[in-house]
């Protein structure tokens, strides 16, 4: 088995790529509210800061800060994880379970990098807003409802127009 070595730097920020076990689902976005809940409920238990957050419908892009002192974020994205599951499940939605019977939505691992510095930040932001288009499920970054993009183009830190039809999307991950 590889051996997985995260890094832990208490008071970081962190960009996370999480994704369902099923590439063609649609459950992250359809049931939108359900994610939501998920995270608020654990943000309220375990705080973390979501300074960036892109949800599509397979699989979801953030860039998260937990509080001074505190580097768990693998908690943290069990409990989302966790919570999101059992809300699925409790909505109705037949989710299928492993051999050990525990629920498989979830892919088991998630990419996590630990940011850098602001041109890292920035570069993962960019490359968050961006996710929808690049994808193909919007022609702007402004067309896709789930994203932190709107958050941005209201404090005035992208213009709504970023990000549009005729760039050519050279954000890499």
Request: charge should be positive; aromatic fraction near 14%; glycine fraction near 8%.
């Amino acid at each position: 088995m590889v051996n997985y070595r995260r890094n832990f730097v208490p008071g970081g920020t962190y960009f996370f790529t999480v994704t369902l076990r099923d590439r063609s689902s649609r459950l992250l976005a359809e049931p939108i509210g359900l994610l939501r809940a998920a995270f608020r409920a654990v943000k309220h238990k375990q705080p973390f800061r979501v300074d960036a957050i892109v949800v599509l419908p397979d699989h979801l892009h953030t860039i998260l800060t937990l509080p001074e002192g505190d580097a768990d974020y693998p908690g943290r994205w069990r409990a989302i994880k966790s919570a999101f599951t059992h809300a699925v499940v409790k909505s109705g939605v037949a989710v299928a379970r492993n051999a050990k019977g525990e629920y498989a939505l979830w892919q088991r691992r998630y990419w996590e990098h630990t940011i850098s510095g602001d041109g890292d930040y920035r570069h993962h932001a960019d490359y968050i807003h961006y996710n929808p288009v690049k994808h193909g499920w919007a022609k702007q970054a402004a067309d896709w409802p789930y994203s932190s993009f709107h958050r941005y183009v209201r404090q005035g830190m992208l213009p709504h127009d970023w990000a549009g039809s005729g760039d050519d999307g050279i954000f890499g991950e």
